[in-house]
Each structure stands twice: as structure tokens, then as C-alpha cells.
């Protein structure tokens, strides 16, 4: 094929066109906007500060927009008020329906352990895909995980890896961070969450807040998806 006779408009005949030529090509943009939905569910707020600093991490990716979702509350009224529970960021929207995560080119699934497992309202998520799982509309989709848990040992790593048989059963791909991070994930001179497996935050009795360090791994996190989904897109 010659020059200029595929879908891409060489340069020469870009910068040598007349005024009015110029107005009638229609440069097709080469960079489509990716977008990574960063859905998760929080109920002391843990893992929310985590969500938004892995948008941090995403948006900075050139091309690549990070987007948070809270998922819906299964819990009474009556029962929050027994745990606690703050009122959630109504800043940040709810998913509406499972349907909108078709619209992802990406994911960063964010949950609270219970009992060493993801909490039941990101499940209920999971459990409202079933029709998306009938035709595997999720498939060939990267997603990966972040979490938090009260103590050291109490699912740092079991949280995340018991969710990938979500990702398996819809052809998704899990992304894990490995040791990407570098040195980070060797530092010993505080308490600090997060595995090979995905960002994570110690609560510990709830009081404590997620340290700078763990922050910047979730930072470190959203940042990786991006490039990994830009990748995968555009190759
Ligand atoms: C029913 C229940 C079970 C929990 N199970 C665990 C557990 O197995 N291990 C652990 O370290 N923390 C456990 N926790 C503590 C939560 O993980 C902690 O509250 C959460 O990580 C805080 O995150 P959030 O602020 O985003 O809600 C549990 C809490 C509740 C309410």
C-alpha cells in the first residue's frame, strides 16, 4: 500500500496541506481513553483512602483515567449503627448496576477481610454478574486486588488470593504487583500492609490510619494497572 493510503495520515501530508485541506482530514486520535474502574467497598474507611490514592497512581499514566466506585451497602441501618460504622463518601458514586462494568478496560478491586476473605458486599458484586458471566463479557479483562485487614496475619494474602476464583471464572486476568514496587516491599522499619498480591492496610483496632508507605503502594499500584492496560489495548 502506498503512502498515506492506510488508515494513517503520514506527517508530510499533514504539514503541507493547505488551511482548507487541513479542516476536511480528520486525524483519527491514536490514543483511545482507557478506563480503570476502581470499585470498592469500605466500611471504616481503610480502604477507601487506599481507592484514592491508586486514582492518583492511575491518572498519572498518560491516557489512562481512573474512575471510583463504591459498591452498595448490604447491611440494615440498625446494624451499622452497632458496628459503628461512619457514613459513607457520598462524593463517590455507587455502581449503579453490574452492567457498567463492561465499560471498563480495567480493574482495581479494593475490600475489608472477613474472616480472611473479601467482605460480603464486594461478593454480592461478584454475585449480581451472573448474566455478564453467560456470555463472558468480562473475559480477557485485567483486574487486580487491594485490601485491608485488622491485624498481620489476619489476610493480607488470603484476602486477595481467595478472590482471583472471581477473575478465573470470568476469563479475567489477574494482575498481581509481584515485587515491583522495589525496595519498598523489603522495608521492615514499620507495620506496614500490602503483598506481591495487591496494595493493602493494617487497621489494626481501627484507629490506625494507612501509613505514607502503604499509600504509595497503592499509588504504585494504580500507576502499574494503568501501564499494564495501556499496554494489553495498545500494545
Ligand atoms: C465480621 C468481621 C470480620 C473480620 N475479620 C477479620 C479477619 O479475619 N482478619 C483481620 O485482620 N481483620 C478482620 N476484621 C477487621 C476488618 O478487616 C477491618 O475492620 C477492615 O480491614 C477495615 O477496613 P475498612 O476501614 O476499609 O472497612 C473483621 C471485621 C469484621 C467486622
Not at 152 to 160: L, N, P, V, W
Amino acid at each position: 500500500m502506498g503512502k498515506g493510503g492506510g488508515c494513517v495520515v503520514s506527517k508530510n501530508k499533514i504539514s503541507k496541506s493547505s488551511n482548507s485541506a487541513k479542516k476536511s482530514i480528520n486525524v483519527p486520535s491514536p490514543i483511545k481513553n482507557l478506563k480503570i474502574f476502581i470499585v470498592f467497598y469500605s466500611m471504616y474507611g481503610h480502604v477507601a483512602s487506599l481507592a484514592k490514592r491508586m486514582k492518583k497512581g492511575v491518572d498519572s499514566v498518560d491516557g489512562v483515567e481512573g474512575v471510583l466506585y463504591r459498591v452498595p451497602e448490604t447491611l440494615s441501618e440498625d446494624v451499622l449503627v452497632r458496628m459503628q460504622a461512619p457514613p459513607k463518601d457520598d462524593s463517590i458514586p455507587e455502581i449503579s448496576s453490574p452492567s457498567e462494568l463492561v465499560n471498563a478496560d480495567g480493574f482495581l478491586f479494593g475490600f475489608p477481610t472477613r474472616f480472611g476473605c473479601m467482605a460480603a458486599q464486594m461478593k454480592a458484586l461478584f454475585d449480581s454478574t451472573g448474566l455478564l458471566w453467560k456470555e463472558q463479557r468480562l473475559a480477557g479483562k485485567p483486574a487486580g486486588f487491594f485490601v485491608s485487614t485488622g491485624s498481620q496475619g489476619g489476610g493480607q494474602e488470603t484476602t486477595a488470593w481467595t478472590a482471583i476464583t472471581q477473575l478465573a471464572h470470568h476469563g479475567m486476568l489477574f494482575v498481581p504487583i509481584g515485587y515491583t514496587f522495589g525496595a519498598g516491599m523489603f522495608d521492615m522499619d514499620s507495620v506496614r500492609g500490602g503483598s506481591p498480591y495487591g496494595a493493602g492496610v493494617f487497621a489494626g483496632n481501627g484507629s490506625k490510619e494507612a501509613t505514607e508507605t502503604e499509600l504509595a503502594l497503592a499509588e504504585h499500584q494504580g500507576k502499574y494497572m494503568a501501564g499494564v492496560v495501556k499496554n494489553l489495548v495498545h500494545g
